[in-house]
T-cell receptor, first 111, second 114 residues
Framework: TQLLEQSPQFLSIQEGENLTVYCNSSSVFSSLQWYRQEPGEGPVLLVTVVTGGEVKKLKRLTFQFGDARKDSSLHITAAQPGDTGLYLCAGVGSNAGKSTFGDGTTLTVKP | DTGVSQDPRHKITKRGQNVTFRCDPI?????LYWYRQTLGQGPEFLTYFQNEAQLEKSRLLSDRFSAERPKGSFSTLEIQRTEQGDSAMYLC????????????FGDGTRLSIL
């Protein structure tokens, strides 16, 4: 069974601060996605990473895929209240079928 | 319509009743996935289709659950003899094959069992 552990589970910060959240596994994934989910809505795709060591930037968000393709991180610079939400990582295994999700990091950015 | 749509958005029913949910994927996507999400957890995989073929089912999908995608377009998920433990958000996602293509989610159906 492939498991993804996300940390921290909850994070509350002030507007303007930087933060990093982590997604770790003992399994290798062929790709990994990060999603953001708001209450009552479905997850919205932020990024897909495929290559070990890959770094992708999306405005103030920086995503990194570990060299061994077992872990990933999401760094947010100068967080804003609009960044508040549940951040989920999901990995696709070598069988290229279902995605395995972590339980997410709930981020609250206070104005 | 450029996104995944799910119907209904909310369903409240009494224990023991049958319920059916519908998912319309992004039109050019040949893969369709069903997940279940409870409060404080990430989505849990239930099943997925490629075109009309159901390729994988989770052991979470008991014999009370059945999913179909008869024409390779929309899909239905039926739960028979609902139990209180079935209360959850049921999410549908679609993607292109192969499976490492990103999945795009609908806003889910919130099921509440009284």
């Amino acid at each position: 069974t492939q498991l993804l552990e996300q940390s921290p589970q909850f994070l509350s910060i002030q507007e303007g601060e930087n933060l990093t959240v982590y997604c770790n596994s003992s399994s290798v994934f062929s790709s990994l996605q990060w999603y953001r989910q708001e209450p009552g809505e479905g997850p919205v795709l932020l990024v897909t990473v495929v290559t070990g060591g890959e770094v992708k930037k999306l405005k103030r968000l920086t995503f990194q895929f570990g060299d061994a393709r077992k872990d990933s991180s999401l760094h947010i610079t100068a967080a804003q209240p609009g960044d508040t939400g549940l951040y989920l990582c999901a990995g696709v295994g070598s069988n290229a079928g279902k995605s395995t999700f972590g339980d997410g990091t709930t981020l609250t950015v206070k104005p | 319509d450029t996104g995944v749509s799910q119907d209904p958005r909310h369903k409240i029913t009494k224990r023991g009743q049958n319920v059916t949910f519908r998912c319309d994927p992004i039109s050019e996507h040949n893969r369709l996935y069903w997940y279940r999400q409870t409060l404080g957890q990430g989505p849990e995989f239930l099943t997925y289709f490629q075109n009309e073929a159901q390729l994988e089912k989770s052991r979470l999908l008991s014999d009370r659950f059945s999913a179909e995608r008869p024409k390779g377009s929309f899909s239905t998920l039926e739960i028979q003899r609902t139990e209180q433990g079935d209360s959850a958000m049921y999410l549908c996602a679609s993607s292109l094959a192969p499976g490492n293509q990103p999945q795009h989610f609908g806003d889910g159906t919130r099921l509440s069992i009284l």
